[in-house]
Structures are given as structure tokens and as C-alpha cells.
């Protein structure tokens, strides 16, 4: 029974398993009880049927999952059933046992050293031992589809690191095949078919020019036909795998027969030394300068490569005539002291002679000639470099999770075998370690040293077929989870779930490891795509068993975090020390991978540790910002946005969080609410609605924080509740942002008392208060401002006021824009020293503003201050007396806002029948004495007119000074202490408004935000 189809996802959004058909389990009546909710929590019973009838097969290939019938229906055929040994053992073995085995092992021995060798197998080998480790343990916490290193990532780092990562093993593994088809090339050009090239050198100096060219002709026609039968069908390169991995087997078997004959009898496989130069035999059947043919000595053809004659007395090499020609043994035994004898390296650059450390010869100065049989360096050697070209011969340990799908009990079988191929492999690296210097493998082959060549040949071909198989499905799976938008195209493939377009991708890739045709440069760069994917398997298993979440019980159990650790530090150490500038072409390719599904990825919710990870960190954090609050200098405005969301849950104003952009700029805390009136239970549906509507606002306009939406009894209680309870711990908010009520005075009354009373709470909760006036006016993130910034201080409150700008400009809206500070002098104040004076602070606050102080001087109070009073108190008190109809009361509404649009006089409606009339100041008396219960001047409050004063000389000032400013800052008077000048008080603040286009009333909570101290 198979519960996903092919690039189903629906795995990662439940604990256990998709439902399938749930009535046949829930017929019964016995269970009553939990009948309603028998959908969303199914019976324990069915919840057991459906883990043991579970199966998961390999993605991608599905040829063993549905056989046809005649007549087009399909039937499962039993999942798969492949061990531990089979399915695990000898996939790893064969990975891992290949072309550095056989092409490249002897010539590390012989450069490294004996203990440099063992020590270098090492390190790479205690590298892969730990990843397995921390592999099984992720491996056996639970069930592992197929995907391989790539899933195991993914799931428990994020789909961030985990793509990222998984595009770094995709291409380890596709140059792996590129380093296999590469050995496959070498060895036959090298030992089966040596004549066989295409280019051929005309002077022994393009020798290297012409073998670079060889390797990628014939290297280019194999990836071709390997790649074809990967197309054909994958049925064919697991039937020959075990063809291969016999080859395999049958070759090691063969070294080691050899290397125990070479106690008993050493091969005859004889070294030519001049002096103490290793020469290459090719060109020469006899190691001598002469020989005695019939009693008659003659040269030989080593005399006639060195002397400009055949004869005796010709013209000869001064270093040839100075030294001796000395035979010895290639392979002297395991009992005459060779490895005492080579227990150290080396090295030395490309070019310079090989020499027999120990041996004396006759030194002399000469120019390098290439047309000598010497034996040189064909490239530059040290230690880090073989580290490199030897890592990619114990990379293949993820072989058999690759297969977890075709595992019988995956859980069991990764770790065993795993474990135990890396151990096999390791002994056989050590042992092959000791060997000889400077040899090919196959001279201690018995019988044969065709063996290993055919077992080599066979092994490399058989590795380069399982990369190109392998690879493709790894992009699959990355493209089919949809975490990378540009990969989409290569989830697809044949009918049968072959990944075509995967294939394709991987040949075109692999055709540059090809093109680069040197086995030594090609290996350094899978080492590192291989160690970068390793180094995230130790990170994952050491952040699961750190956090110690609730999920993390592996089966096995053989793991700590410090096995994890030391095995992560151990992949960094081996990156740098293969080749610190691949290290960091990886890590780059990393990176930018990265970022890039961070930007534009799809959002995957996995359950991944650095999601734990994440929350850990900030559940410390939150704990230590409560023990103290914030220094002065670390202040910044965490808003709480009050947002209003329309009939259609949409936000009304969404410039007020294109505001909150500019003025965050995606640093501190930003909640941006709303509240919806009601209950709960009835409106919950329509709250989460709400919530992604605004987080939707939020992304367009780029604001960075989160939403939140309250549903209570009334828009009171949800707006007390926000200013009350938003934010955690020490994450709260410290300022509220909300829009001016605009066309207050014909809304109903809670409207603006609702507005008043939050004023009240966020004053009393010693919270700052920004009130945005015709916020529908305010720029987009898009516009570019180059106006002034307009800073009216008249009371001092915190300096919020002067941060404000500031913060505004850093972002590119505001950034043209120039900073003007007004402040106000009364009569008996210095305006000269109080300009002066200020100066001197905005210097030390290190702002760049622009000063003037207005000097306001003490005047009468003018006949628009009484009518603007008049009007207010008199609409309060017929609004209180009369009890007016909804419709009435519009009407008086708009009548008396009417009347307030008039420059100076205004008409004044004493009764419904009465006619209009037009008041002048010197009608005021004559009018109080015919209606004595009418409001004269003498009658109004005081307070009320010098408040209404103050705002409309200051409001004078504002306009005369900053009509045309892009936008004017403002100090916002605090709310009178009763409930009875509510209404006032709104007039005030309108008064004070009136004319401005842009406008920000600004309210301090209470402290200071600003210091010139650094």
C-alpha cells in the first residue's frame, strides 16, 4: 500500500500518516463518544493498520513498484526487501573501494610516506566514521523516504540549509562521475590500449597536451554512452552492480594474494637507477651502459639516449658519465625493511627528478631535458594536496542511505552496514598503505597483474554508472519538494518517474569535470562538496541532541553530541587543508543558495532543529532582556501598529505600514493588529483571515514584524487589550502607531472615544503615542521626497520627537529630504541665546537640522478663537439636550460643520424651526439676552478658550512656517483627566491641524530616547 504519490509533499504536514478511506474502521457504535470528532483524531486501532501496512519506495524509479496487467490495470508487487548486506554493505563498498585505490594509492605512498599515508587515511577515515554516526542516529529516528543525506538535511536543518547543502552533494556526486569516467579513460589508455589515442605527441613536452586531449575525447564518448544506458533504464546498472562489485572483490583479493607471496617471492619488477635518478624503462631493454656481446663490448640503447653516438668513444651526458647504472628490485618484499625505509615523504615541485633517498651520485649543473628517460614530478607535491586527492576514496558512506527506500528496515540496516563497510574499507586502505613507492598496484597482482587492470577498469565503470543514476534523482527530490523555484522543470520526467531533464542537467555538468581531464584537479572538488554535505549530517545530529526535543529518539544509540562536534570540526579542518580557495568556492555556492530560497524559496514547515534551534535563542533572550530595561542608547521604537480592517477583512490604510517601513527600516519589534468585534467562537474564522490579510499588506509593503488580530465584545476592549498585552516578555512594544480618526465628527460617538481612551492607556502605560493625520497622503516605499522635515518642539517629552527624523531619513523615501527644528519663545525668553542654545544640544545629539525659533507674543484672544470655542461647547450641550434622531443628528452634523467652514462668521441654528442667522462679535451680548439659555461669551470655560487659543496661534505659526513641508512632526497635548472635554479636546487637535497635508502627532512615553553621551 503506498500512501504518497510520486512528489506528494503531504508528509510534512501531520505526525504520522495521510488518511486514506476512514469508514471502514469507524462503523462500530462503541465509541460514541468521540464520534464527532472522529475525523481529526482517528481510532488507535486504525492508526496501527495504516503504519503496518506502510511502505516507502526509492523516488523516482518505480519499475519494481506497479506491474501492468493485459488488459492496462495495475497491481502492487511487494515492496522492496533488499538487507543490510545487499543493500547497504556492498553499495558502500563499491563506492568507496575505486579509482583512487587502484590509480592513485601507490603514488601517495610513495610521496607521503609511510606515516604520512596512515596518517592521511586517518584522518579521512575517522572523518566518515563519525558521519556515519551521526547518519545512523538521524537515519533511526524514524522512517527516512527516499532522498538520502539530502531528506535527513533537510528535515532537520531547514529547507534553507538543506537545499543548499543537497545542491552541494548533487554536485560532489555528479563530478564524482566525472572522476570515474576520468580513471575509467586513464586506465584504458594507460594499460589496456596504450596506442589508442587520438592525439598523439610529436616531442616528448606535449606528451601532457596530448593525454589532456585523449581524456577528453574518450572521456566525452563514455560519459555519452553511460549516460544512455542511465536513459534506457536503471534495471540495467543495478543488474551489473554486483558484476562490478565482484570485479571489485576480485582484484583486492588478488593485491592482497600478492602482497603475501611477496614473503616467499619477491616479483621480479626491476628498477633503473642512474646514480641515484629512477629512469623509465620504455624506451630501453637493458639496464647497462654496455654489454659484452661475443667478447666484444658494445652499447647499449640506454648509452645511445644519453651520447650523441653509438660508439665508445662518442660524446656523452655529463651526469651519465659521472655515475653508475644500478638495478633494483621494484618490490623488494615485505621482509627486507622497505617500509622502514619509506616511513617518510617526499615532496617537492613539479619537474624534479625522483630520487632513491639514501643512494649517492655524482652532482652536476645541467638544464632540465625532456628528452631523457628520468622519471619526474608531473606535478607539485605536498601533504595538503594529497589529502585532497585522496578524500574522494572514502566518500561513497551515503550510498546506503541513498537507498533507504529499497531497505527492508532501513532503521536497522543504515547504521550496520554503513558502519561495518567504512570499517572493512579502512583496514583494506591501512594495509594497502604499506605496500611499495612509486609502483603501479598491479605488479603485486596474483596470478595476474591483468586482474587488477580489468577489475579496475570494471570498478571505475560501475562507480561512474551508479553517479549518473544517483545524481539525477538527488536534483529530482530537491526540485519535486519545491523549495527552489528555478528547479521546478527538473522534478519532471518519463512516465515511469525517470528523471530526464535531472539526466540531462547532470550529463552537461559532469561534461566539465570531463573537460578539466586531470584526475588530480578534479578530485579536490567533489572532496569538498563531500565534506561540505558531511559537515552539515555532524551539524544536524549535534543541534537535534542539544535541543533535545521531543521527536530526537533514535534507535540507535551509539551517538553524543561531541562525536558530532569533533566530527564537524574535522570536515572544516580537511576542506582547508585540501584547498582552502575550493573551501571557499564552496561555501560561497553554499551561501548564495541560501539566501537565494531564503528570498524566494517556498515556505516549508518541516519540524527542522534550526527552528528549535531558533526558538531556544529567543526564549534566552527574552528571559535576559527582562532583567533589565533598555539603556537610553539601545532605544528605538518598537511599534504597535493599530490597524483597521474594512467589511472585507482588507486593511484600510495600508500607508500607515509603509510608514512603519521608514521608520523601522526592519530593525526592533513591529505587531501590527487589529481588532474585530464579536466573539470568538463566531469570528475565529475570519480573525486568522484577517491575520494573513495583513501579513499579505506586511510583505507588499515590505514591513517586517507580525500580525495579530483580537477578536473581543467590543473595539474598547480589543484596543486595551493590545496596549495591555501585546509582545512577550521583554519583547513589548514601546509605541503605538495608529491613523487619525478622520471625519470623526460624523461618526458615531465611540468612535472617538475609543481613539481618546487609547491615547489615555498608552500614557499611562508610560508607552509614546504616534498619530498619523491623512495617512492615506503619506509616500509609498516607492516615492522619492527631496522637501523639508518640519520638527515643531514646544514641550520636551522624551526627545522621541527628534529621534523620529532622524530615523525616518536613514531610509531612501526620506533620505533627500533636509531637517528644520521650530521651537516656540514666549515674551520673556531669549530667542537669540535660546537659538544659540539649541544649536549646541542638536550638535551633540550628532543631528544635521536646521534651527529658528518663533517668537509667539502675548496677544487678545481673537473673535475666531470665540467662535471656534462657542461653536464646540454649543454643539457639545445640543448634542447632550436634545435627543436627536440618527438622521437629525447627521443633519446637525453636517449643518454645523458647514457653519465652521466659514472664514470668521458662521450661523448658528438655536432650534429646529428657527431661521439662520449670521453672528458677529458685538450680536454676541444682544443675542445672550434673548436666549438666556442659549452659551454667550461670558459663559464660555476659560480653560476651553485659552486651549483654543494656544492651537490656533500655533496652528498660525505651523502654516506660516511649514505649509509646504513634506511633513511636520508635532508635540500632541495630553488628553484632558474626565471624560467631559473629550469632545474639546478632539477640537483642539483638529484645530491645531487644520491646513497641514502631512502630519504626525508625536506623544512621549515618559522617558528619555535620546543622549549625548556616547
Same mark, same amino acid.
Request: proline share 4%.
Given at each position: ?36 470528532? @472522529? ?32 488488459? &492496462? ?33 601507490? +603514488? ?194 640506454? +648509452? ?96 546506503? %542511505? ?19 563497510? @567504512? ?77 530526464? +531533464? ?291 518642539? @514646544? ?25 528644520? @527644528? ?39 484672544? %481673537? ?72 452659551? &454667550? ?5 476659560? %480653560? ?71
Amino acid at each position: 500500500m503506498t500512501l504518497f504519490p510520486p512528489g506528494d509533499n503531504r508528509r510534512e504536514t501531520r505526525p504520522f500518516l495521510p488518511d486514506q478511506e476512514t469508514g471502514g474502521y469507524y462503523d462500530g457504535k462503541n465509541m460514541a463518544l468521540f464520534e464527532e470528532e @472522529i475525523d481529526s483524531h482517528p481510532m488507535v486501532s486504525s492508526l496501527l493498520n495504516k503504519l503496518a501496512n506502510y511502505t516507502n519506495l526509492t523516488q523516482g524509479v518505480r519499475e519494481h513498484e506497479e506491474a501492468e496487467y493485459e488488459d &492496462g490495470h495495475s497491481r502492487n508487487l511487494r515492496g522492496p526487501q533488499m538487507g543490510t548486506f545487499i543493500g547497504v554493505y556492498l553499495p558502500c563498498m563499491q563506492n568507496i573501494l575505486g579509482v583512487i585505490l587502484f590509480l592513485r594509492l601507490t +603514488w601517495i605512498v610513495g610521496t607521503a610516506g609511510v606515516l604520512g599515508t596512515f596518517a592521511i587515511v586517518f584522518m579521512c577515515c575517522a572523518c566518515t566514521m563519525l558521519t556515519a554516526i551521526s547518519m545512523s542516529a538521524i537515519a533511526t529516528n524514524g522512517v527516512v523516504p527516499a532522498g538520502g543525506a539530502y531528506y535527513m538535511i533537510s528535515r532537520s536543518l531547514g529547507p534553507e540549509v538543506g537545499g543548499a547543502v543537497g545542491l552541494c552533494f548533487y554536485l560532489g556526486t555528479t563530478f564524482a562521475g566525472s572522476l570515474y569516467i576520468l580513471g575509467t579513460i586513464e586506465i584504458l589508455l594507460t594499460y589496456i590500449v596504450p596506442s589508442s589515442g587520438v592525439f598523439v605527441a610529436a616531442r616528448p613536452e606535449d606528451e601532457a597536451w596530448a593525454t589532456s586531449n585523449n581524456l577528453r575525447v574518450y572521456g566525452s564518448a563514455c560519459l555519452a554512452l553511460m549516460a544512455l544506458v542511465v536513459f534506457v533504464g536503471v534495471k540495467y546498472v543495478n543488474k551489473l552492480a554486483l558484476v562490478f562489485l565482484a570485479c571489485v572483490a576480485l582484484s583486492l583479493m588478488a593485491i592482497y594474494a600478492g602482497v603475501i607471496r611477496t614473503v616467499i617471492e619477491p616479483p621480479d619488477f626491476p628498477i633503473c637507477l642512474l646514480g641515484n635518478r629512477s629512469m623509465k624503462n620504455d624506451k630501453f631493454d637493458k639496464c647497462a651502459k654496455t654489454e659484452l656481446v661475443n667478447n666484444e663490448t658494445q652499447t647499449t640503447l640506454l +648509452w645511445a639516449l644519453f651520447c650523441n653516438g653509438s660508439h665508445l668513444n662518442a660524446t656523452c651526458d655529463e651526469y651519465f658519465t659521472l655515475n653508475n647504472v644500478t638495478e633494483m628490485p621494484g618490490i623488494p618484499g615485505l621482509l627486507s625493511g622497505v617500509i622502514k625505509d619509506n616511513l617518510w615523504g617526499s615532496y617537492g615541485p613539479a619537474g624534479v627528478f625522483v630520487e632513491r633517498r639514501g643512494s649517492v651520485s655524482e652532482e652536476v649543473q645541467e638544464n632540465l631535458v625532456m628528452d631523457k628517460p628520468y622519471v619526474l614530478n608531473d606535478i607539485s607535491t605536498f601533504f595538503t594536496l594529497l589529502v585532497g586527492i585522496y578524500f574522494p576514496s572514502v566518500t561513497g558512506i551515503m550510498a546506503g %542511505s541513498n537507498r533507504s527506500g529499497d531497505l527492508r528496515d532501513a532503521q536497522r540496516s543504515i547504521p550496520v552496514g554503513t558502519i561495518l563497510a @567504512i570499517a572493512t574499507t579502512s583496514l583494506i586502505y591501512q594495509g594497502g598503505a604499506s605496500v611499495g613507492k612509486n609502483l603501479v598496484i598491479g605488479t603485486l597482482a596474483w596470478p595476474s597483474p591483468w586482474v587488477i587492470v580489468i577489475g579496475s577498469f570494471f570498478s571505475c565503470c560501475g562507480a561512474g554508472l551508479q553517479s549518473l543514476t544517483g545524481a539525477p534523482r538527488l536534483l529530482q527530490a530537491i526540485a519535486r519538494d519545491g523549495i527552489i523555484p528555478a528547479l521546478q522543470v527538473f522534478g519532471h520526467g518519463k512516465a515511469n518517474g525517470e528523471p530526464t +531533464w535531472a539526466l540531462l542537467m547532470t550529463v552537461g555538468i559532469c561534461e566539465i569535470g570531463i573537460l578539466i581531464a586531470s584526475l588530480d584537479a578534479v578530485a579536490p572538488i567533489l572532496s569538498m562538496f563531500f565534506l561540505m554535505c558531511y559537515l552539515f549530517v555532524n551539524l544536524a545530529c549535534a543541534v537535534q541532541t542539544l535541543l533535545r526535543t521531543p521527536a530526537w529518539r533514535p534507535r540507535f544509540k551509539f551517538y553524543h553530541w561531541t562525536l558530532s562536534f569533533l566530527g564537524m570540526s574535522l570536515c572544516l579542518s580537511l576542506m582547508f587543508i585540501s584547498s582552502w580557495y575550493y573551501a571557499l568556492v564552496a561555501m560561497v555556492i553554499a551561501g548564495c543558495m541560501y539566501k537565494y530560497i531564503e528570498y524566494r524559496g517556498a515556505v516549508k514547515e518541516w519540524g527542522d532543529g534550526i527552528r528549535g534551534l531558533s526558538l531556544n535563542a529567543a526564549r534566552y533572550a527574552l528571559i535576559r532582556l527582562e532583567e533589565a530595561p533598555p539603556h537610553t542608547k539601545n532605544w528605538r521604537p518598537q511599534l504597535l501598529v493599530l490597524c483597521k480592517l474594512d467589511s472585507d477583512l482588507e486593511v484600510k490604510h495600508p500607508r500607515l505600514l509603509s510608514l512603519t517601513t521608514q521608520m523601522k527600516a526592519g530593525k526592533g519589534l513591529t505587531i501590527v493588529s487589529s481588532v474585530l468585534e464579536g466573539t470568538y467562537m463566531g469570528r475565529g474564522a475570519e480573525a486568522k483571515t484577517g491575520e494573513q490579510r495583513l501579513k499579505a499588506a506586511m510583505q507588499e509593503e515590505k514591513t517586517k514584524g507580525f500580525s495579530h488580530v483580537v477578536v473581543t465584545s467590543s473595539l474598547r476592549d480589543g484596543f486595551s487589550l493590545l496596549v495591555q498585552a501585546a509582545g512577550l516578555g521583554g519583547m513589548k512594544h514601546n509605541t503605538v502607531l495608529l491613523a487619525w480618526p478622520a471625519g470623526w465628527r460624523g461618526a458615531p460617538d465611540y468612535c472617538w472615544k475609543n481613539f481618546i481612551e487609547t491615547v489615555r492607556e498608552t500614557t499611562s502605560a508610560h508607552q509614546a503615542l504616534l498619530v498619523a493625520k491623512n495617512i492615506d497622503r503619506f509616500p509609498g516605499n516607492q516615492q522619492r521626497l527631496e522637501g523639508t522635515v518640519d520638527v515643531w518642539w @514646544i514641550v520636551h517629552d522624551g526627545g522621541l520627537l527628534m529621534l523620529l527624523p532622524f530615523l525616518l531619513k536613514q531610509h531612501k523615501v526620506w533620505k533627500q529630504c533636509r531637517m528644520r @527644528i521650530f521651537t516656540v519663545a514666549q515674551m520673556n525668553d531669549n530667542s537669540i541665546q535660546m537659538k544659540k542654545d539649541l544649536q549646541m544640544f542638536l550638535y551633540q545629539l550628532r543631528l544635521d537640522a536646521q534651527v529658528e525659533v518663533v517668537e509667539m507674543h502675548e496677544s487678545d484672544i %481673537s473673535a475666531f478663537t470665540y467662535e471656534k470655542t462657542l461653536v464646540m461647547e454649543q454643539r457639545s450641550q445640543m448634542l447632550k439636550q436634545m435627543q436627536l434622531s440618527r438622521n437629525e443628528r447627521q443633519r446637525e452634523v453636517r449643518f454645523l460643520r458647514e457653519r465652521e467652514s466659514a472664514p470668521l462668521p458662521y450661523s448658528q441654528r438655536a432650534a429646529p424651526e428657527q431661521v439662520q442667522m449670521t453672528w458677529t462679535k458685538e450680536k454676541l451680548i444682544t443675542e445672550r439676552n434673548r436666549h438666556r439659555e442659549g452659551v &454667550g461669551v461670558k459663559d464660555l470655560n476659560r %480653560s476651553n478658550v485659552r486651549r483654543m487659543h494656544t492651537a490656533v496661534k500655533l496652528n498660525a505659526a505651523v502654516l506660516t512656517k511649514s505649509q509646504n513641508a513634506e511633513l511636520v512632526l508635532l508635540n500632541m497635548p495630553g488628553p484632558p483627566r474626565n471624560a467631559e472635554g473629550d469632545q474639546n479636546y478632539m477640537e483642539f487637535l483638529e484645530v491645531l491641524m487644520e491646513g497641514l497635508e502631512r502630519v504626525l502627532l508625536i506623544r512621549g512615553g515618559g522617558r528619555e530616547v535620546i543622549t549625548i553621551y556616547s
